[in-house]
């Protein structure tokens, strides 16, 4: 039973590129939670979706970051843009019938 | 004041001390609360759910104080691997919604 999937681990950008995060919940999980993590810092929530929908995006910054998850395949965090304050760990995590959120292994933005 | 807040630390314990975390929240109708452990450039993970009656785990043991608005986590008979950063996580409603963290407590248990 593979759990919360996340790729790539590890993501470099230059400034003014794109970065395209990925993430794959557990199995029977139809919710998804992506949280950003900088340096010695806590975790900020970002956004939440169902397939198909956005249901929360209030953490999310109003431009440059979009978040998407289809019917079929992972959910798809955007960045367009980036700059050197993107870096950080962006973490999501997946939800199922409890209330309890599991995380994926994270990537890791660097923005050059 | 922050939503959901815990004392940073670093808590440097011995092996075999007994330590406990707290951790305040803001939003007194919060329905669900958890803890997690993160260790360092990890993903956190559950450690437990908090329920209101407590509870208990091998180890660690998990209370909730409503009127006082925080969460506690016991940890007994440290271990070198315990060794951590300890977040403590707050749901509005218990259901379907985004989780506040707090910045976490960092734990260090010394040999």
């Known amino acids: 039973n593979a759990g919360v999937m996340q790729n790539p681990r590890h993501l470099v950008r230059r400034r003014g590129q794109e970065a395209r995060l990925r993430c794959s919940p557990m199995?029977?999980?139809?919710?998804v939670y992506w949280y950003r993590q900088l340096p010695e810092e806590g975790l900020k929530f970002m956004v939440y979706l169902q397939k198909e929908n956005i249901i929360d995006e209030s953490g999310m910054p109003k431009e440059r970051f979009s978040a998407e998850f289809p019917k079929e395949g992972p959910s798809i965090l955007r960045i367009q843009q980036v700059v050197r304050g993107d870096s950080a760990a962006y973490f999501c995590a997946s939800q199922g019938d409890s209330n309890e959120q599991f995380f994926g292994p994270g990537t890791r933005l660097t923005v050059l | 004041r922050k939503e959901v807040e815990q004392d940073p630390g670093p808590f440097n314990v011995p092996e075999g001390a007994t330590v406990a975390f707290n951790c305040t929240y803001s939003n007194s109708a919060s329905q669900s609360f958890f803890w997690y452990r993160q260790d360092c450039r990890k993903e956190p993970k559950l450690l437990m759910s908090v329920y209101s009656s407590g509870n208990e785990d091998g180890r660690f043991t998990a209370q909730l104080n409503r009127a006082s608005q925080y969460i506690s986590l016991l940890i007994r008979d440290s271990k070198l691997s315990d060794s951590a950063t300890y977040l403590c996580?707050?749901?509005?409603?218990?259901?379907?919604?985004?989780?506040?963290f707090g910045t976490g407590t960092k734990l260090q248990v010394i040999p």
């Open positions: 996580a707050v749901n509005p409603s218990g259901g379907y919604q985004k989780v506040t």
């Open positions: 199995k029977g999980h139809s919710h």
